[in-house]
């Protein structure tokens, strides 16, 4: 179902406000309803995100009050709106995951772990240190116990990525974008982080986690410091079993009529 031609067609029938109208729009609604208000669909991005439009509009309260209808219409054409376009959940969403999914996140908390564990600071310090004494980049890396442990954990983290891609390719993505669930969408975007940083030059040179693969803009030439957007993706892992709130903002796309993956913007916060 298009859920966004059905609902803004639903609004338009309540605008017009004539009895025939104002049935056809509930109509229209109370098919978007019932086929948001499922259990298979509770936790998916249509589920989340429809529904929150749909459930106001089953209320006359709202589907007569032609403000709330006008805020509608400009949150569904992707223009600014009062309509709140935020969703908070707090709740242990790991009973709702497949078998193949609890293992993803359990990965994912894994790879946390051991990159939290790993003396970015120290590291840099001591090479840094034996930089300033004139002991040459070969020395470094071939005779000092931090940078020998930082390459075996380089190592190990290659190890770990190539285990956590066969999982995660081997676990079948959803027919439609609207169709995956909110912790399947984190469980997509932490990995993205997590399995895309560079261990060595980070540790070796910068002291802090950096990406593997970057483009800078602006007058700073240094690497991108990671810490603080690991931080919050561990956060919005931890989200998911109830620890803290998971919370996402979205935006449709503006002057478009149906759903789907590039015309949906949405924001973990």
């Known amino acids: 179902m298009m859920y966004r031609k059905h609902l803004l067609s639903a609004v338009e029938a309540f605008l017009q406000n004539t009895p025939a109208s104002v049935a056809q729009g509930q109509q229209a609604i109370e098919q978007c309803y019932s086929a948001l208000n499922t259990p298979s669909q509770r936790f998916t991005l249509n589920g989340l995100i429809w529904r929150e439009l749909t459930h106001p509009l089953t209320d006359s309260v709202y589907f007569t009050s032609q403000e709330y209808l006008l805020e509608v219409r400009k949150a569904l054409q992707g223009f600014p709106s009062k309509v709140r376009q935020q969703i908070f959940i707090k ?3 790991r009973p709702y995951m497949t078998a193949d999914e609890a293992e993803w996140y359990a990965q994912l908390l894994d790879l946390f772990t051991f990159i939290q564990n790993l003396p970015f600071a120290e590291v840099a310090k001591a090479t840094a240190e034996a930089r300033q004494q004139n002991i040459s980049g070969l020395t ?22 190539a285990t956590f891609e066969t999982l995660v ?22 990995s993205d982080l997590v399995t895309n940083l560079d261990i060595r030059a980070s540790a070796i040179y910068q002291g802090y986690p950096t990406p593997l693969y970057y483009s800078l803009e602006g007058d700073n030439a240094d690497p991108p410091d990671l810490s603080e957007p690991l931080t919050a993706a561990r956060r919005r892992l931890d989200s998911l079993s109830g620890v803290g709130n998971l919370y996402f903002s979205w935006q449709l796309i503006t002057n478009v009529t149906s759903f789907d993956a590039d015309l949906l913007l949405i924001s973990l916060h």
């Open 140 to 161: 470094i890396l071939a005779t000092f116990p931090e940078t020998i442990a930082i390459r075996d954990a380089h190592e190990e983290y290659q190890r770990r990525i």
């Open 169 to 190: 390719t081997s676990i079948p993505h959803p027919d439609q974008p609207g169709e995956e669930t909110i912790y399947r969408f984190i469980l997509r975007e932490v």
């Open 91 to 93: 709740q242990d969403l």
